[in-house]
């Protein structure tokens, strides 16, 4: 996998550090998310408001 390419995809620019990750998990193992059920927790840097590689621009997406 190329580690540069990743982070040039990512809108914050660079990789998550493990500490941003443990935040998250964290949170959801904490009595604060107990009525959190079913839903995805995206720790991504916004990689989803991207065009995915080879294709096209969400609506919007700031890669447009």
Excluded: H, K
Aim: hydrophobic share 45%; net charge positive; glycine share 10%.
């Amino acid at each position: 996998m190329d580690l540069a390419a990743v982070r040039r995809r990512v809108p914050m620019g660079r990789m998550a550090r493990p500490d941003e990750i443990a935040r998250a998990v964290r949170f959801l193992a904490s009595t604060q998310a107990r009525y959190i059920t079913g839903s995805v927790l995206a720790v991504d840097g916004r990689l989803d408001v991207i065009r995915p590689a080879g294709g096209r621009a969400p609506a919007g997406g700031r890669n447009a």
